[in-house]
């Protein structure tokens, strides 16, 4: 079962700026898409972007031309670069595949706080 590691989150005023790190387990799972997810407080996790093998990308309308996907396969790692950040940005953070029936075990997330 592939598992998923992601750091890099912490406090930020609004209008900062965090890079989030997912390492996968497996290599293989790099050929699938994949996703950043978040879940604030009281809230359903949400999609907020996602990238294919290709490097294909699609963002949540919350978060375009804010945030950018990006991955290395080599390394079996995906990031989420996050700009302009905004307090309702304020969640955790997870990654996983995008596709919710190939869906790996969730890691421990990664919390992200903007606030002045």
């Known amino acids: 079962q592939v598992q998923f590691v992601e750091s890099g989150g912490g406090l930020v005023q609004p209008g900062g700026s965090l890079r989030l790190s997912c390492a996968a387990s497996e290599l293989r799972f790099n050929f699938y898409a994949m996703g950043w997810y978040r879940q604030a407080p009281g809230k359903q996790r949400e999609l907020v972007a996602s990238i294919t093998f290709g490097g294909s990308t699609n963002y949540a309308d919350s978060v375009k031309g804010r945030f950018t996907i990006s991955r290395d396969n080599a390394k079996k790692t995906v990031w989420l670069q996050m700009n302009s950040l905004k307090p309702e940005d304020t969640a955790v953070y997870y990654c996983?595949?995008?596709?919710?029936?190939?869906?790996?075990?969730w890691g421990q997330g990664t919390q992200v706080t903007v606030s002045s």
């Open positions: 996983n595949l995008a596709v919710r029936s190939l869906w790996g075990s």
